[in-house]
């Protein structure tokens, strides 16, 4: 049977390459998905500056409170924890050590004309550590830098906590750029806090066991110890941060991928056994078996999966490449760690493919195998016969899913994290749909049929009688636009109603009229200064960061922990972006929070109380409560004073200050003439904090804009295979109508009017499947029903349209150029 195959193959060239295209691009897919995957897991990234320890000593990178359930995963620490500088002794003295170094980093930019250049400053002493070498001059005393770049003896202007500082070039150095030494009585002033160390270099002999002495070192207390080339994660603290997004990202896509892969290389395979029906029925006709049969159909799809695999395996390394690198260009990624895509990733991607081939030639072998050959004519030329019991019953489960799904959006899911349980549902619904697809496609046709004849006439009631007939046929027609439509609506409202909420949420209480913003940190008594201008009705500082409820247990957090506000004391004229529903924001000084309403309820505590909380940094404080606000549920944030945040950053530095105007004041010429004698500083509208504030939503939604367009284009593939097969196999059917009579035009009108009901059922059943996922997750997120721009749907509905009509129209002109009675090979 495998000879009879190979034989068969060069007539059936059509459905073999639908069949070939479908499994390389989803194979492609999968790889790159797998190979973000891999990447996010081993997060490496190349030391550098700790190139020269072979152990390196940090502090905690998470944190989980005490007393929580053990399936609660522990919170990432935001902030550098650093190290207790009294333990460098407590590390010298483990056996094996023969000695340590602590790094102390923070941020040190250079004045300059144009403007301050980001650089990062550390203590001499740590220089051991990395391949830097004194190329002239002499190491830093106080009031000294070594610099690169800089001439021994002139003066550098350094940005200490937003305020200029004059050091004297004492040497210059080679080694990683954008990196200044200070002395160490310096270093330890200059730094965010100077009981730690950010990190600390741990050297041993040669041949010393590393995973003995780290394990004696992590002994001491709560440290990350690292070795190899897991150092680079101390010296970049932020990666291990953008890990987890990348490996969320690349989990949730990938799982949906390898669906959306398998259902459209299983569709693509079973149709493509479905129109070989009448070859079947004749094969079973002169003698050959059931397993024969089966053996053939399987067969033949791995002489298409196999070769299609080893083609995508170059197109899944350039998209894999390609996807990590955009991501890292918009942040999601750190473009500091390698990209991985070995073995794992091919085999997630060919082993998908394959099975899903597999899954596909038995499914459609069973059938062949098992009709009888005089049903199965019957059946190849009309194909009414659809139902089987498996089919409904995956079909309903599938349905099932999706209502389950909407259940949970809508009933137990809050805000933002709404999109955990929406996203899965679409595809459920979407699969479901099209597992029932000519009961679904009846009923869309009954929906359409009319307004279609009476628009087209005659045409229309031929392709009208046509698709009734012939509807189990044309529902593998309507599908694939079913999906396409379905999967991109959902997904691309999805993101625009989360932004708009996001935005929302932000703005509905935002009392600022100007920003000032510094990308280098800014001074503390500038807060002052801008009270001081006249027209200011207040001013406070705005810093952000992260933080966990330790007690009392049960507040409703994320997986990051609960967002943290920093703002300054203020009366009701203030800048906090808050509604005060009890207490007051006048005493938020030293050790006070103020909390949402849903928080304090849930952990019952009202003004007066105290909580305790750790810090984005891993520091805990117990605070005392003095105000409630009201808050939008799913975009809950703890406001805290700005200073108390500010000490527990990895920088300790201020980096927006909101500002409040009187009524009709003009006061951003005064400002803007203040911003300027501080280097870096800003001055924008509440527009620009608004942008700012919806930065992360909005390159998450250039994410998954990407990601969804790489599914919708997967996806477009399988309608252009779809038509064109079935367009391609219905020559005979053509060249019936040209020998009784009707024209080449007449036959193209009838497909014209054909493509119409296809497209406009593909995009109704897409439609609702959509909105099954938005209608509940757009309740959750906004309180109302979806939101974006009309152009996404209307440019959606297009591309079906366009798709539809050219892979339905153009085969069958190609067709219509031969005569009728030209003997054809039926595809």
């Not at 809950?636 to 409040?660: F, K, N």
Request: net charge positive.
């Amino acid at each position: 049977m495998m000879r009879l195959a190979i034989r068969t193959l060069r007539f059936r060239k059509g459905g073999f390459i639908a069949t070939f295209v479908a499994v390389v691009f989803g194979t492609a897919i999968v790889m790159a998905c797998g190979g973000l995957m891999e990447t996010g897991i081993r997060s490496n990234v190349a030391p550098e500056r700790f190139a020269a320890a072979p152990i390196v000593v940090s502090g905690p990178q998470s944190h989980k409170p005490a007393g929580a359930d053990e399936d609660l995963d522990a919170f990432p620490l935001t902030e550098v924890a650093g190290v207790p500088a009294d333990l460098l002794t407590k590390i010298r003295a483990v056996e094996g050590v023969t000695g340590v170094i602590g790094d102390r980093s923070f941020p040190a930019p250079i004045v300059t004309p144009s403007g301050p250049v980001v650089a990062e400053g550390h203590n001499w002493a740590s220089v051991a550590l990395a391949p830097y070498q004194l190329m002239s001059g002499r190491a830093p005393g106080v009031g000294e830098v070594v610099s690169a770049g800089a001439k021994v003896g002139s003066k550098v202007s350094v940005l200490v906590h937003g305020v200029p500082q004059s050091f004297t070039v004492s040497g210059t150095a080679t080694g990683p750029a954008g990196h200044t030494f200070f002395s160490e009585r310096d270093a330890t002033r200059l730094a965010p806090k100077a009981d730690r160390y950010a990190a600390i270099g741990v050297l041993v002999a040669p041949g010393t066991d590393l995973d003995a002495v780290g394990e004696r070192i992590e002994a001491l207390g709560d440290l990350t110890v690292r070795t190899g080339i897991d150092r680079g994660l101390a010296e970049h603290p932020g990666t291990g941060i953008q890990r987890t997004a990348l490996i969320s990202i690349a989990g949730s896509f990938g799982g949906i991928a390898v669906m959306t892969m398998m259902f459209v290389v299983a569709s693509t395979l079973a149709l493509s056994a479905q129109h070989r029906e009448r070859e079947f029925a004749l094969l079973r006709g002169i003698g050959t078996t059931p397993g024969q049969v089966r053996r053939m159909i399987l067969g033949e799809g791995m002489l298409v999966a196999l070769p299609a695999v080893a083609f995508g395996i170059l197109p899944g390394m350039l998209l894999g490449r390609f996807l990590f690198d955009q991501l890292a260009e918009h942040g999601v990624a750190s473009p500091l760690i390698t990209f991985y895509q070995g073995l794992i990733p091919f085999a997630a991607g060919a082993g998908g493919a394959v099975l899903a081939v597999i899954g596909a030639a038995l499914i459609a072998a069973r059938k062949s195998a098992k009709i009888k050959p005089v049903q199965a004519l019957m059946e190849s030329s009309l194909q009414r016969k659809w139902f089987s019991w498996v089919r409904l019953i995956a079909g309903l489960l599938f349905l099932g899913g999706g209502m389950a799904l909407l259940i949970v959006t809508a009933t137990v899911m809050v805000g933002p994290l709404a999109g955990a349980t929406a996203g899965p549902s679409v595809l459920c619904w979407a699969i479901g749909v099209a597992l029932l697809g000519p009961f679904w496609t009846k009923l869309a046709l009954a929906l359409w049929r009319w307004p279609v004849q009476l628009l087209s006439r005659v045409n229309g009631r031929l392709a009208i009688r046509n698709v009734s007939v012939r509807s189990v046929a044309m529902s593998a027609a309507v599908m694939p636009v079913m999906l396409a439509v379905g999967i991109s609506t959902a997904n691309l409202y999805m993101q625009t109603t989360q932004v708009d909420a996001s935005a929302k949420a932000f703005t509905r209480d935002l009392n600022a009229d100007i920003v000032l913003t510094s990308t280098v940190g800014m001074a503390p008594q500038l807060v002052e200064q801008v009270r001081s201008v006249p027209g200011v009705a207040g001013a406070s500082a705005y810093v952000r960061s992260t933080g966990v409820i330790d007690e009392p247990q049960g507040a409703p957090l994320d997986d990051d922990g609960a967002p943290l506000i920093g703002i300054d004391a203020q009366g009701p004229n203030g800048t906090a972006p808050v509604r005060l529903t009890a207490g007051s924001l006048s005493g938020l000084t030293g050790s006070t929070v103020a909390l949402p309403e849903y928080i304090a309820q849930k952990i019952n505590r009202g003004v007066g109380s105290t909580i305790t909380m750790t810090l984005g940094d891993g520091t805990s404080e117990t605070l005392r409560v003095v105000a409630i606000f009201a808050a939008e549920r799913g975009y809950e944030s703890i406001v805290l004073p700005s200073a108390l945040v500010t000490a527990h950053t990895t920088d300790g530095l201020i980096r927006q200050i909101l500002v409040r105007t009187t009524p009709g004041a003009q006061v951003t010429p005064a400002l803007t003439k203040l911003a300027a004698t501080h280097p870096g500083v800003q001055v924008a509208d509440r527009e620009a904090l608004v942008s700012a504030n919806a930065e992360d939503q909005k390159t998450q939604a250039w994410v998954n804009y990407m990601l969804v367009g790489m599914l919708i284009a997967y996806t477009a593939v399988s309608v252009v295979n779809t038509l064109v097969s079935t367009t391609l196999r219905r020559r005979r059917e053509f060249a019936l109508q040209r020998l009784t009579g009707s024209t080449r035009n007449q036959v193209l009108r009838m497909l014209t009017a054909e493509s119409t009901l296809i497209t406009l059922s593909g995009i109704t059943l897409g439609t609702l499947v959509a909105l099954a996922s938005l209608l509940p997750y757009a309740s959750k997120v906004a309180n109302s029903l979806p939101t974006g721009p009309l152009w996404i749907y209307l440019l959606i509905i297009t591309a079906a349209t366009t798709l539809t009509f050219t892979s339905t129209l153009l085969p069958a002109a190609l067709t219509l150029r031969h005569s009728p009675t030209q003997p054809t090979h039926a595809d």
